[in-house]
């Protein structure tokens, strides 16, 4: 019988974290900003050089935006000197001419012991793992290339809680940034915790959590993403719930996070009406809420505001409830935890679609995910395996593709 899952000490074991305190107060901009052009080994900023080219003809009125380079996910933009970012899952596309590539990564190092790690794709190829640090700012990523057009694809694998990164420029060598269009296309958000972050998903239990076991490319919600051919967002934290974390607070939960650009900063406003709007919003919370036992009704109250909150932010998304894969009635054997978030669960998408205090809500639906096994081998701190995320993955490919016909 596996131990009970303790996601909350073990961020607890590691030191605090360190809240960025903005002194300019203003909302960040859109989630794929197509208006910010980094020059070459730069840190500078010039804004709203944007290119566009017609689709079809002169005639024709619809155009393609394009941009030297993309950031896919939430950002704040209040620094001049360039886009911050925390949230896992954060994405840079760049295309270039030239024999290699140079990033230049502004790590604030909020997370002693750790470090945010990038995976790191040139040309397709499979991605290769790279950490950054406080203390350096250049990372070359791709040298000797053939000359020639190429494309480099950032992901931020690590969540908040290792700290902001703030992108100062892309220089390639002997060469320039290629514009390309600006992605479109199918969205899919992720609202989660570290199952959702893939927190320890590279380990094999029994194993320390760390930035080295961390994978959000590797969790259920990169995994499905990619097989419905749609762009993700990740909004995740590790230990965090709808009403109360892993250890009983009710401070700082996931409903007050999801306005945030920057995860720990409450003064990183994000603009939820003039960001691209999701197709599919996945929320996946309760494992925490029922980490210590029942929270009660309390739960279903504060579930269905969010859910509430989430349709009047995005009225048109399909919004998928999931169940937890860690939580049990084994242990402890007397709680029936998993039993009674599911019951829970089910309530509150119900109640949504009966309209219970509103408009009855169509666009709704619960994704009973199967209960981890052994078989499947536990990551650290008995959180999903990579056979346990590919199975959620393939859960939610097939529930989305019946929900909403992709």
Request: some cysteine; overall charge negative; charged content about 20%.
């Amino acid at each position: 019988m596996p131990k009970p899952f303790r996601p909350y000490a073990a961020l607890a074991a590691l030191v605090p974290l360190v809240v960025i305190a903005a002194s300019v107060a203003c909302s960040s901009k859109d989630e794929i900003e197509p208006t910010d052009v980094l020059p070459a080994g730069d840190g500078g900023t010039q804004g709203a050089d944007v290119s566009t080219t017609p689709k079809d003809d002169a005639s024709d009125a619809e155009v393609v935006q394009t941009a030297p380079f993309h950031v896919i996910g939430r950002v704040d933009r209040r620094d001049a000197t360039g886009p911050r970012f925390s949230w896992s899952g954060t994405t840079i596309k760049a295309k270039f001419k030239g024999t290699g590539v140079t990033v230049q990564l502004r790590d604030n190092g909020s997370m002693a012991g750790g470090s945010n790690m990038f995976d790191v794709s040139i040309d397709g190829a499979a991605p290769k793992a790279i950490p950054v640090f406080p203390q350096q700012e250049s990372y070359e990523l791709a040298k000797d290339l053939p000359l020639g057009e190429h494309e480099v694809v950032l992901v931020k694998r690590t969540e908040p809680i290792f700290g902001v990164v703030q992108l100062l420029g892309i220089t390639p060598t002997g060469g320039e940034l290629v514009p390309s269009p600006v992605p479109t296309g199918r969205r899919i958000e992720m609202i989660g915790d570290s199952i959702t972050c893939g927190y320890g998903v590279l380990g094999i239990e029994p194993c320390n959590f760390s930035h080295e076991t961390e994978s959000e490319p590797s969790a259920w919600g990169a995994l499905a993403a990619k097989e419905l051919g749609a762009t993700r967002t990740i909004i995740g934290y590790s230990g965090i719930g709808v009403l109360r974390d892993g250890g009983g607070d009710k401070n700082d939960q996931m409903p007050a996070r999801y306005d945030r650009a920057l995860a720990d900063d409450s003064s990183s406003a994000w603009d939820h009406a003039s960001a691209p709007h999701p197709d599919v919003v996945v929320v996946n919370l309760g494992t925490n809420d029922f980490a210590t036992g029942d929270p009660g009704v309390a739960f279903q109250t504060a579930y269905l505001a969010f859910l509430s909150d989430l349709r009047a932010k995005h009225p048109n998304a399909y919004i998928v409830v999931a169940t937890s894969p860690m939580l049990t009635d084994t242990f402890p054997a007397d709680e029936a935890r998993r039993t009674k978030s599911i019951a829970a669960l089910k309530a509150i998408v119900a109640a949504r679609q009966a309209g219970d205090g509103g408009a009855p809500d169509a666009k709704i639906g619960l994704l009973e995910l199967d209960e981890q096994v052994a078989s499947d081998q536990y990551g650290c701190d008995y959180h999903p395996s990579t056979q346990t995320q590919q199975k959620m993955a393939t859960k939610l490919v097939a529930f989305v593709k019946q929900a909403v016909g992709w």
